[in-house]
């Protein structure tokens, strides 16, 4: 039971980074809900299943928890000014730079 919610956070979580990068680790909170809840999703059915799905989901919160203290990440930042567009661009963030 273990080991499958650990094998599939790893797996859920390989998928994230291959499709988005460091930005993953700068939205951990939206990333952490949606794995948690892929996870519930597909091991649903059998007590078992549902331990293995929370604890796939602790995994990863604990995995992002960690990264995002220890490597920098890429997040969403919108600029306005006065008469223009918006303009949306992703910034680099460094552990030192968070409050």
Known sequence: ?????????????LVCFKVAGR???GHDVVFDVLITGALMMALA????????ALFGGL???IFLL???????S???K????????????FVRVYPMDRK
Request: glycine letters at 8%; proline letters at 2%.
């Open 74 to 76: 890429d997040q969403l």
């Open 23 to 25: 930005k993953v680790i």
């Open 1 to 13: 039971m273990i080991l499958a919610g650990f094998i599939s956070a790893i797996a859920l979580l």
């Open 45 to 52: 059915g059998t007590y078992s299943g549902m331990m293995a």
């Open 66 to 72: 960690i990264l995002k203290k220890v490597t920098y």
């Open 78 to 89: 919108v600029t306005t000014k006065k008469g223009e567009l918006p303009r949306v661009e």
């Open 59 to 61: 995994m990863v919160s």
